[in-house]
């Protein structure tokens, strides 16, 4: 049942249509199993996966990045469009995302070389930068950043070693960029302003996105496993940690068998083209509802307060002089 509704989605009422069962006791039933199973799932299948695949291991099994050895795993926030919250407009507008056009939740997951997720935060309103998502869970990537003492010998020709020779790097996108000041965080390279970046930025780009896209893949094949985190989420937020983390813990189970291939991240494509396309479609039509507003207003305005444009004189008009005609001012 549970792993029927996280996969299929749609609402309570369906779903519990599928099992002949009643909605609120279908939906409680759900929930308390999953409460019960999820520490175990996390615990199993991404807390020891990640105690696993440290950088020795990588390396004895020869599955370090190909571009960036030195980087221990790629990180990533992916969106996931949500009702409007039914809150006050200050609490509200906290849940928008400028960039995706929909109120949403974001989540940061770092995976690696492998194809695994090793770690997934709690969700947060869709304005939080990525930046911030990141400093927040700043614990967990120092801890599993430091090198150990049987790898403080292994070779590491990687970006920034002087500043940072006991951490492995890792990998981010342009939304991270700011953060190797404080940590050993590889990013993209920021195209000067009114400049082009060089042959060999774009190659260091390209190189940085040919690794990263182990995550865009391990995102594309969540979605394409569980509904649930992949179309509009409708279900109650408190619950949705304990959703999108079981999913997480049930696709790396999922990958142990069917590992990765370039064609996940067609998946993740095809919800971002989605979220765009959506977004603009909103956009145009608010668009056309404002111009007809105003057009309204403005005939509604031009019929009481005629101004010297819309104003009708003929020849019979007779206009009278505006004064005060006592002669008392004179």
Not at 159 to 177: S, T, V
Not at 223 to 249: G, H, M, P
Not at 276 to 282: N, P, Q, R
Request: net charge positive; hydrophobic share 40%; glycine share 6%.
């Amino acid at each position: 049942m549970a792993v029927t509704s996280m996969k299929h989605c749609g609402t309570w009422d369906v779903v519990a249509t599928m099992f002949a069962a009643a909605s609120p006791t279908f939906s409680k039933r759900v929930i308390t199993f999953l409460e019960a199973i999820h520490p175990h799932l996390k615990t199993k299948y991404i807390d020891n996966v990640g105690a696993k695949w440290t950088m020795e291991h990588l390396t004895s099994t020869g599955q370090r990045f190909a571009n960036f050895p030195a980087a221990l795993y790629a990180v990533d926030v992916t969106f996931q469009k949500t009702n409007a919250p039914a809150e006050t407009f200050s609490e509200k507008k906290m849940y928008y995302s400028k960039k995706h056009g929909h109120y949403g939740l974001k989540v940061e997951a770092s995976v690696v070389p492998t194809g695994f997720a090793i770690n997934v935060t709690a969700a947060v309103p869709g304005s939080v930068a990525n930046i911030s998502i990141f400093e927040a869970n700043e614990a967990f990537h120092a801890d599993k950043m430091r090198k150990t003492d049987a790898e403080r010998d292994m070779p590491d020709a990687g970006p920034m070693l002087d500043e940072y020779p006991n951490h492995w790097a890792i990998l981010a996108d342009k939304g991270h960029q700011g953060l190797h000041r404080r940590m050993r965080a590889i990013t993209p390279a920021k195209r000067p302003a009114g400049g082009l970046l060089t042959m060999s930025d774009m190659e260091y780009n390209n190189n940085i996105a040919t690794d990263r896209v182990i995550v865009e893949n391990y995102f594309g094949r969540l979605k394409t496993l569980w509904a649930i985190v992949n179309e509009s989420y409708t279900w109650k937020r408190e619950n949705y940690d304990l959703y999108f983390q079981t999913c997480v813990a049930l696709t790396n189970c999922h990958i142990r068998f069917s590992p990765l291939r370039v064609d996940d991240s067609h998946e993740r494509n095809r919800y971002l083209n989605a979220l765009m396309s959506s977004s603009e479609k909103k956009e145009a039509k608010r668009a056309v509802a404002v111009k007809k507003h105003r057009e309204k207003r403005k005939l509604r305005l031009g019929t009481f307060l005629p101004s010297g444009e819309n104003a009708y004189f003929d020849s019979d008009t007779e206009f009278y002089p505006i004064g005060d005609d006592s002669g008392i001012f004179e």
